[in-house]
């Protein structure tokens, strides 16, 4: 096993590794496809529907932690490598998976490269000389294969958002929590007081009306403990009796844990000591309403307070995975206001 692993490259690149005269100079075309999808190329149809196919499918359309139903991780496209290199628009799309089987490669190499063909845009090439090395590089390096994606899509939609701004709700966040974060202007005021705000992006349809909510809320930091995910669920759910009330009288929204557990982990940041991103499911109580939701909570900088940041989603009987990308994209922007910025 340690000599397989040994003979795995894992290559990162800011910029394209074959980038001609011809392909430079369509680095200002958009990039296209939607939110969750990936590109696949194969050396023929043939390829993709035998096992090296069966082995991608089985790694990027898993089933993605934290909804409620069964969702890939990932929308799979395909194209053989022919009419890959063909069609511009295949080459347009924003993320790329490259499976390169080559007997001549005495090595496998994972490499990533930025904007080849169009921007933003993510190509991912696994250089294998056979599908066994190619499953080795996949099982290998995938974790850092698929948060290579996930971070990619995460901007991607972010810049979307840039477009259109609520710069006004933007200001508020930073006077109220002395954050700075990227809000789409499609959101509007639910709530507003001095320890919350409440926003909604509410979709009004025939059979079911949909709903993003984010919510933003602190408390003063007096232990460690209130970091631990028990604690910050707690939180969550004293937010949700107080402000989050359901259709019927004395119901409100809280964390549904006996579905599946709650899942959380420690994110890195270059402006808060600490980040608790925590991911479940929500319900009201005596209802049948949920969905899945994913809270950020940070430590201010003086370590004086903690800011939670929470989206939910509620979109029943049909597809949320999206959605919460959506989410995250905005929650994943969130940076303390420096003294400078001040």
Known sequence: MNRMVGSIILVLLLVGLVTGCEE?????????????????????????????????????????????????LFDLMHAPLGQFNKNQIFKQHHSVLIADIDPSYNKSEVVFSNDVWSRPQLVLTIKAGSDTAFYSALNHYFTTI???FRDSQLARTLNFYRVS??????????????INCILPSSFTMAANNADLIWLRQSIHRTKQD?????????????????????????????IGKRFIFGPTQGSYMFTEEGVIPVKSYIMKSTSSPYVRVSKGLWAI??????GPFVQYAFLSPDKKKIICADGYVYNPNGEKRNM?????????????????KK
Not at 165 to 178: A, N, P
């Open 24 to 72: 430079g100079s369509m680095l200002s075309t958009q990039s296209s496809g939607s939110t969750s999808e990936i590109m696949v190329v194969t050396k023929s149809d043939e390829v993709w529907k035998g096992s090296l196919g069966d082995t991608i499918r089985a790694y990027f359309a898993q089933n993605t932690d934290g909804l409620p139903q069964p969702e890939p």
């Open 146 to 148: 698929e948060k290579k």
């Open 165 to 178: 701004q609520d710069s006004k709700t933007e200001e508020l966040l930073k006077k109220t929590f002395g």
């Open 210 to 238: 949909t709903e993003i909510g984010l919510l933003f809320y602190s408390v003063d930091y007096n232990d460690t403990a209130q970091l631990s995910q028990k604690s910050l669920m707690a939180l969550r759910d004293s």
């Open 285 to 290: 109580t005596h209802d049948f309403m949920g």
């Open 324 to 340: 919460m990308v959506q989410i995250e994209s905005v929650l994943r922007s969130i940076e303390f206001v420096t003294s400078e």
